[in-house]
């Protein structure tokens, strides 16, 4: 008896079933999540290629029918055995669970991300479990490294004598450092979402204008992505401005507009700009200072031999254009010749000794006039002992030593002007007593004889007075020409005299002083 029943629909309904089974094999086998089923009994009845990779096994079925314990140390086997007792009898799955496995003290330890899910059958009874675990020790090790990198930027920030500050989009500090918080005078617990638009800081320009948002740095960069650098800013709080000099860059992220931020640096610079105005104010005091003393200024470099020059030098020395970093060449071609051996020689001396420097010489500037200088300048010692440099002054004495020579002169004038009214008073003691002594005799001759002297001796004697009386008249003349002399009021007026007669009289009366009797002889030809 044959009986023949049409299967291929049976047949058709196996190849689907085992074309679905190669289908789903061939997909979990190229996953490299590790994945497997295990019955209620704990026996591997599936799992894929990446699971028998991990134990080092090429066929994709070679752990079938293995138990946990077949697999894994015992203390490990107890806790994933444990752990798929629970989810077979509470049915409940336990999802992205992250274990640390030992495999082995030879191969160490990774981590593992883990999902296990009860399997039911057709009915809905709980027939084993399945598994899916995904080797995230390199997530691990890369989010350490992370975190670590943070820490490292966490305390960098932190450690940082410039201010940092992050600021989101909305204008609000989300990241602070100590620095930054000293440098803005706010305390820390206040400062995290604070804006820098609000009313917790007042921020001024360096003319104390209030910053606008159109100028405000922040929200320049925020609003336009362009850096912002070296902003000088006024920060203004409980009475107290801070003054900074402030950078702003754009941090963009892919994640849309609202991820944009911040990144500001900041720098206390309060006590900077009070330095910095107290050193204008003595450069100021310092320029009104060699200016109303006329004193110039350099700084010459040993090493290079190069000077700094200030206007004030450049004036002395009659440069023009000036000229502020001077050879030393040229410095030297302007000291007068017959100066320059002793200069040389004063400026090494002050260099190895490192006294101060004292010249007085005279230059020859590029006009070809001879000016005086005095100058004076400090040797800056290096830790060695050497001179790093000298920085001094010069001073145009030129006039001093003009009106020097002008007063020596007029003093050795004066001198011999003086000298010559001592011998004129001393002649002219002389030339007094000779007519007096004459006006005596004549005037006793007529007062004890006049009874007796005919008229013409008596006219005689008369006469002789009047002569002595002009005589006396012309020396106090002479004399009161030299008052006049002196006080350089003295008129010329030339008349004709005989030479022979005068020199004479003079040569007479300079033999007649004691002291020169004798010393003085005239010798002269009247016919010449």
């Known amino acids: 008896?044959?009986?023949?029943?049409?299967?291929?629909?049976?047949?058709?309904?196996?190849?689907?079933?085992?074309?679905?089974?190669?289908?789903?094999?061939?997909?979990?086998?190229?996953?490299?999540?590790?994945?497997?089923?295990?019955?209620?009994?704990?026996?591997?009845?599936?799992?894929?290629?990446?699971?028998?990779?991990?134990?080092?096994?090429?066929?994709?079925?070679?752990?079938?029918?293995?138990?946990?314990?077949?697999?894994?140390?015992?203390?490990?086997?107890?806790?994933?055995?444990?752990?798929?007792?629970?989810?077979?009898?509470?049915g409940e799955a336990k999802r992205n669970i992250e274990e640390y496995v030992v495999l082995s003290p030879e191969t160490g330890g990774k981590w593992m991300l883990t999902s296990r899910l009860p399997i039911r059958n057709l009915q809905g009874d709980i027939t084993g479990m399945v598994g899916v675990t995904r080797d995230i020790s390199q997530l691990k090790a890369n989010e350490r490294a992370l975190q670590e990198s943070e820490r490292t930027y966490r305390t960098t920030i932190a450690a940082m004598s410039e201010g940092i500050l992050l600021i989101n989009a909305k204008g609000e500090i989300i990241l602070c450092n100590k620095s930054a918080e000293r440098a803005l005078n706010f305390p820390s617990e206040g400062i995290i979402g604070t804006q820098l638009t609000g009313s917790e800081l007042c921020l001024i320009r360096e003319d104390g204008q209030l910053f606008t948002l159109e100028d405000n740095p922040v929200l320049v960069t925020l609003m336009t992505g362009e850096p912002q650098s070296n902003v000088i800013m006024g920060v203004v709080r409980g009475g107290e401005t801070r003054w900074i000099s402030l950078n702003a860059r754009l941090i963009d992220h892919e994640d849309g507009p609202e991820s944009l931020a911040v990144v500001v640096t900041l720098k206390d610079i309060t006590k900077e700009l009070a330095d910095e105005q107290a050193l204008r104010l003595s450069e100021e005091r310092l320029k009104l200072a060699t200016n109303a003393g006329q004193i110039g200024v350099w700084d010459s470099d040993i090493e290079t031999g190069s000077s700094l020059w200030d206007e004030r030098t450049n004036e002395i020395y009659e440069i023009d254009p000036p000229v502020h970093n001077v050879e030393r060449g040229f410095w030297q071609s302007c000291i007068h010749p017959d100066d320059r051996e002793y200069v040389r020689e004063t400026t090494v001396l002050a260099m190895q000794t490192g006294e101060t420097l004292n010249l007085e010489y005279r230059?020859?500037?590029?006009?070809?006039?001879?000016?005086?200088?005095?100058?004076?300048?400090?040797?800056?010692?290096?830790?060695?002992?050497?001179?790093?440099?000298?920085?001094?002054?010069?001073?145009?004495?030129?006039?001093?030593?003009?009106?020097?020579?002008?007063?020596?002169?007029?003093?050795e004038s004066e001198k011999e002007l003086s000298e010559l009214k001592s011998r004129f008073v001393s002649m002219a003691s002389h030339e007094f007593r000779t007519p007096l002594a004459t006006i005596l005799a004549a005037a006793e001759t007529l007062t004890y004889f006049r009874n007796n002297l005919s008229e013409d001796a008596i006219e005689d004697r008369l006469e002789k007075i009047r002569s002595q009386v002009d005589r006396m008249k012309d020396i106090i003349t002479d004399v009161l020409e030299i008052s006049r002399m002196q006080a350089g009021q003295a008129r010329f007026d030339p008349s004709l005299n005989d030479m022979q007669s005068l020199c004479s009289e003079v040569v007479d009366n300079l033999c007649s002083l004691p002291g020169y009797t004798g010393r003085v002889r005239l010798q002269s030809d009247a016919s010449r």
């Open 363 to 411: 230059i020859i500037t590029p006009r070809g006039n001879i000016k005086y200088i005095r100058g004076r300048g400090q040797p800056i010692m290096r830790p060695d002992g050497t001179v790093e440099r000298i920085i001094g002054i010069d001073i145009d004495v030129t006039q001093d030593k003009l009106n020097a020579a002008a007063l020596q002169q007029a003093l």
């Open 1 to 90: 008896v044959c009986t023949i029943r049409d299967i291929t629909e049976r047949q058709q309904l196996q190849l689907a079933v085992a074309e679905e089974r190669n289908l789903l094999r061939t997909v979990i086998d190229t996953m490299q999540e590790r994945i497997y089923v295990r019955n209620k009994a704990g026996r591997m009845i599936l799992h894929n290629q990446a699971l028998a990779d991990a134990f080092g096994q090429k066929e994709s079925d070679a752990l079938n029918g293995k138990t946990l314990y077949d697999l894994f140390p015992p203390d490990l086997a107890a806790q994933f055995a444990n752990d798929d007792a629970e989810i077979i009898e509470t």
